[in-house]
Each structure stands twice: as C-alpha cells, then as structure tokens.
C-alpha cells in the first residue's frame, strides 16, 4: 500500500497549485481519501475529504470555495485544486487514507500516509 503525493511548490499570494495523490495497493473505491497539512510547531490539520463510493467532500471552513477535491477511480488518483492561495496556506501538504468512512478527517483515523509536499505562498 502507497500514497505518493506530488504537485507541490513555491506560488505567489492568489495564485493556484494542484496536488496529486496516486494511490496503489488498493482501490479508491472502498477509502475515504483526506490531506491534511502540517506547518513546523503545529498540529497536522485535515483541509479536505473525498468519498469516491458516495461522492461526499468535505473542506475545512479556512479552505471553503478556494479548494476543490476530486478523485478518477480509473487512475486512482485524487487531486487538490488549490486556488486563490494565501501565505497561511503554507504547509507540507499530506495525503492519508482510512478504509470503510466517507468522510476522513480526524488524523488518528488515517490508516495509511503519503510522504508529504512542500507548498509555499510567498511574494
């Protein structure tokens, strides 16, 4: 089982980044997916989740109408458009999966961990 999180980077203030996260060893089907983001001193706090089984997302109210989750069953892949950034949306960005919920959220529910990209909003 692996997540590889990926599309990570430095953007200016509004700008847009997505991220990706390829799944392999089991089907997005039967997972909730969550990303969740870490800045150093902090605790890791879940930003979006996304049931591909019952179409259910979830976002953070920081994250609301600028980010939008999905997933391609095919590819197993679930993506994290990023738009309108903001410095405070700077953090290593993660991806984690749970079997069995719709909606993953809470850090301790994950099962399984992606290793983490860097994004950066700075002028």
């Known amino acids: 089982v692996q997540l590889q999180a990926s599309g990570g980077g430095l953007v200016q203030p509004g700008g847009s980044l997505r991220l990706s996260c390829a799944i392999s060893?089991?089907?997005?089907?039967?997972?909730?997916i969550g990303w969740f983001r870490q800045v150093p001193g902090k605790e890791r706090e879940a930003v979006s989740s996304?049931?591909?089984?019952?179409?259910?997302?979830w976002y953070a109210d920081s994250v609301k109408g600028r980010f939008a989750i999905s997933g391609d069953n095919a590819e197993n892949r679930v993506y994290l458009q990023m738009n309108v950034l903001k410095p405070e949306d700077t953090a290593v960005y993660y991806c984690?999966?749970?079997?069995?919920?719709?909606?993953?959220?809470?850090?301790?529910?994950?099962?399984?961990w992606g290793q983490g990209t860097q994004v950066t909003v700075s002028s």
């Open positions: 984690a999966a749970v079997y069995g919920l719709s909606i993953l959220r809470k850090e301790l529910q994950a099962e399984y």
């Open positions: 060893g089991f089907s997005l089907d039967y997972y909730a």
């Open positions: 996304i049931s591909t089984s019952d179409d259910r997302t």
